[in-house]
């Protein structure tokens, strides 16, 4: 049986300093109320050191000014530590994905890009393999039922259906599928359960689950409704929990999930 993925959520913005523009980790939450609470570097070589199997570098900016920052992060990122990296945030181009790549990201996050351009997902897809397609989805439930996806950071209603879409992108190439929802964002309130089951059921890549952890047992949650990988970033950055805990909380329910090097 396959192990189950543990991976911190980097989410970066920027601060002016006296050196320019720097990177600052913040969590969210429904997505606004961004709250600084420290460097992505140091709190990434903490992560690997409590055995992440992954680690996702989202930039929250999206801007020009954004996009050097970006890539001086992932290079850095990289040379530090050997966890697999998956990096997103405004990226719209085969251009952009091969300079992450050189930077040494292991894999791209698509996100609105692939709304706008769907055909970016088999460019990239064809070019580098479907392993390296992460598209990200970021839903809110609708009161007939079902979700809706939203882009641009949550603030646009595509009027897509989130396992429609999903399907879509599988269809062009994307190798796994990262769902948001959006309204438990940092609120840890735990993960939409019957959205990560619809889609994991619906699918037939990995599906990695996020937005709502508060508790170890949320982890364990989404693992049992189908999510191969659970995300979070405010549950490790402000919670009385770190990886390792967690992951010895999800073997103790009997899961698969990597306890050592």
Known sequence: MLKRRLI???????RKSFRGAQPVLVVTRQFGSRRAIGDPLSQAKIYEAQLADELILVDLERTDESWPVLLDTVELVA????????VGGGVRSVDQVQALLDRGADKVVLNSAALEQPELIGRVATSYGAQCVVL?????????GGWRVW???GNLDVGRDALQWAREAVDRGAGEVM?????????GAGLDLDLTAALAQTLVVPVIASGGCGLAQHFVDGYEAGAAAVAAGTFFCQRDQNPMQCRSHIRNAGLPIRLEV
């Open 151 to 153: 882009s641009e950071g």
């Open 8 to 14: 911190p959520k980097l989410q970066f913005g920027l």
């Open 79 to 86: 040379e530090s530590l050997a966890t697999p990296l998956a």
């Open 179 to 187: 769902v948001t929802a959006i309204e438990r964002d940092g609120t």
């Open 136 to 144: 990200s989805l970021d839903a809110r439930p609708q009161p007939e």
